[in-house]
């Protein structure tokens, strides 16, 4: 196999999810929608009940509206890798995953490039989502827009990793709405898209500690210092970990021979 077969391989899954994506409408709707809300909606109430947040960056008091924004971009990432390893399930169900599978390209390869083409319709998602955020006078740097493009990846590649790795031990279709659910919503509310961790301390230690260590926050935080131009090493380090960790135990589980597909039988 050349390089040829691998960059034809690779653009024609992208491509493949970019058209499924382009054609459900809904999708990309209700993708914003839940963002919106909580920007339009529940910040208000959240002012009011917290007033002014710190914001690391600049370690100065903003409006809470600029405070959740990285938090929401990070939001339409993770449900949207939830969403396309939930294409993976009805895939493997309809058989067209076992047809990708016994492509002569390596299996690592194949999931690597499933993960790029959700990374990349949710980099769409977050971008549309921020367009949306400045006309509501969130102020974010101009060039913020460009410093997050890369965290959005690295984030993006992360979170559609734990996605990934969810749908190799799922069999049915059915049975993976409560799996997400389960693990959409604690990683999204035990983490500090919405509070500062030193407000999430004054509530709780334990809530606190779960908080510092959760992948989505490490991702969330990374987002937020990226959008105002600033670097921030420990969470980059803690997100790209994950990434890796995530990969290869998702590699394991779609391989047939030594993973869960064992006890499944198979693609």
């Given at each position: 196999?050349?390089?040829?077969?691998?960059?034809?391989?690779?653009?024609?899954?992208?491509?493949?999810?970019?058209?499924?994506?382009?054609?459900?409408?809904?999708?990309?709707?209700?993708?914003?929608?839940?963002?919106?809300?909580?920007?339009?909606?529940?910040?208000?109430?959240?002012?009011?009940?917290?007033?002014?947040?710190?914001?690391?960056?600049?370690?100065?008091?903003?409006?809470?509206?600029?405070?959740?924004?990285?938090?929401?971009?990070?939001?339409i990432?993770?449900?949207?890798?939830?969403?396309?390893?939930?294409?993976?399930?009805?895939?493997?169900?309809?058989?067209?995953?076992?047809?990708?599978?016994?492509?002569?390209?390596?299996?690592?390869?194949?999931?690597?490039?499933?993960?790029l083409?959700?990374?990349?319709?949710?980099?769409?998602?977050?971008?549309?989502?921020?367009?949306?955020?400045?006309?509501?006078?969130?102020?974010?740097?101009?060039?913020?827009?460009?410093?997050?493009?890369?965290?959005?990846?690295?984030?993006?590649?992360?979170l559609?990793?734990l996605?990934?790795?969810?749908?190799?031990?799922?069999?049915?279709?059915?049975?993976?709405?409560?799996?997400?659910?389960?693990v959409?919503?604690?990683?999204?509310?035990?983490?500090?898209?919405?509070?500062?961790?030193?407000?999430?301390?004054?509530?709780?230690?334990?809530?606190?500690?779960?908080?510092?260590?959760?992948?989505?926050?490490?991702?969330?935080?990374?987002?937020?210092?990226?959008?105002?131009?600033?670097?921030?090493?420990?969470?980059?380090?803690?997100?790209?970990?994950?990434?890796?960790?995530?990969?290869?135990?998702?590699?394991?589980?779609?391989?047939?021979?030594?993973?869960?597909?064992?006890?499944?039988?198979?693609?």
């Amino acid at each position: 196999m050349t390089i040829v077969h691998y960059w034809r391989a690779m653009w024609g899954i992208i491509g493949r999810e970019l058209w499924r994506f382009v054609t459900q409408r809904e999708r990309f709707i209700s993708a914003l929608v839940r963002p919106l809300v909580w920007l339009f909606v529940f910040a208000a109430g959240f002012r009011a009940a917290l007033g002014l947040a710190i914001i690391p960056p600049y370690e100065t008091y903003i409006l809470y509206e600029v405070y959740i924004t990285p938090g929401l971009c990070g939001m339409i990432q993770l449900f949207n890798g939830m969403q396309s390893s939930l294409s993976m399930v009805y895939d493997r169900e309809m058989g067209s995953m076992r047809i990708l599978m016994v492509c002569p390209l390596p299996r690592w390869f194949l999931l690597f490039s499933k993960l790029l083409a959700g990374t990349g319709v949710s980099i769409l998602q977050v971008y549309v989502f921020l367009a949306i955020a400045r006309a509501y006078d969130v102020d974010i740097p101009w060039l913020g827009y460009l410093w997050a493009l890369p965290v959005l990846v690295l984030s993006g590649l992360m979170l559609g990793a734990l996605g990934l790795l969810l749908s190799s031990f799922i069999k049915q279709l059915e049975n993976f709405a409560g799996v997400m659910n389960f693990v959409i919503f604690p990683m999204f509310f035990m983490s500090t898209a919405l509070y500062p961790l030193w407000k999430l301390k004054e509530s709780s230690v334990l809530l606190h500690n779960l908080a510092a260590y959760n992948p989505f926050s490490q991702a969330v935080e990374l987002i937020r210092f990226a959008l105002y131009g600033q670097f921030n090493q420990s969470a980059l380090i803690y997100t790209l970990v994950a990434f890796l960790v995530f990969m290869a135990v998702a590699i394991v589980g779609y391989n047939p021979s030594k993973g869960m597909m064992v006890r499944k039988g198979g693609l």
